[in-house]
């Protein structure tokens, strides 16, 4: 019944290690995204896919592709983990043009050690 | 390019009072929306309100209401009757279609409600 799935909700790693954070929603919507919340709180978008096309691509580092392979599923991989990834990362979804708001997953929080 | 402020990094507030958390914003948009999220320590994110820059009425949602006041490009939120799970980081963001739907947060404000 969960409306935006993530898994895993946590994730411990060693430096230099791939991983993979999975997010499926089922409420039809049709823009999906991945968020970085720091250690501060901060949120920043990282990717959007719109109907599994990429949109938005911030600025972030090449060792982190994702990947839609189709509108209700939005996959994060991470190569090469660095201590600096370790952040609570949020899958959200919303519809059309985002002014519904975001239904957002739980959250990944992946420590790199 | 869009740009959320929240400037207060704590408040607190006695059980069943109201409090504003503040908000302004900054688009050359001229069409977005602004939103509020509760974050509780628990971490999940919850979507509180939303308010359209078109919107001739501020939005309520149950004890929450957007004091949008748009020529002051501010848009706080009022929570009435506070309860002790009110306790929680709340976030401002806005979006704009023409930024691919994009949300931009502020830096949250954390709301301790004492009983």
């Known amino acids: 019944d969960t409306a935006v799935s993530q898994t895993p909700k946590y994730l411990v790693t060693q430096m230099g290690n791939d991983k993979s954070i999975k997010c499926e929603q089922n409420l039809g919507h049709d823009t999906m995204y991945w968020y970085k919340q720091d250690s501060k709180k901060f949120l920043k978008i990282m990717f959007s896919?719109?109907?599994?096309?990429?949109?938005i691509n911030e600025t972030v580092p090449n060792r982190f592709s994702p990947k839609s392979p189709d509108k209700a599923h939005l996959n994060l991989h991470i190569n090469s983990l660095e201590l600096g990834d370790s952040a609570v990362y949020f899958c959200?979804?919303?519809?059309?043009?985002?002014?519904?708001?975001?239904?957002f997953g739980s959250g990944t929080r992946l420590t790199v050690v | 390019a869009q740009k959320i402020t929240q400037t207060q990094p704590g408040m607190f507030v006695q059980e069943k009072e109201a409090v504003t958390l503040d908000c302004t914003y900054d688009?050359?948009?001229?069409?977005?929306?602004l939103f509020w999220y509760k974050q509780p320590s628990s971490g999940e994110m919850i979507f509180l309100i939303y308010q359209g820059s078109y919107d001739q009425q501020n939005a309520t949602e149950g004890r929450y209401s957007l004091n949008f006041q748009k020529a002051r490009k501010s848009a706080n939120l009022v929570i009435s009757a506070s309860q002790l799970g009110d306790s929680a980081m709340y976030f401002c963001?806005?979006?704009?279609?023409?930024?691919?739907?994009?949300?931009?947060f502020g830096d949250g404000t954390t709301l301790t409600v004492k009983p």
């Open positions: 896919y719109n109907n599994k096309e990429l949109i």
């Open positions: 959200a979804s919303t519809l059309g043009g985002g002014n519904y708001g975001y239904t």
């Open positions: 963001a806005m979006s704009a279609p023409n930024n691919a739907g994009k949300s931009t």
């Open positions: 688009t050359s948009d001229p069409s977005y929306g």
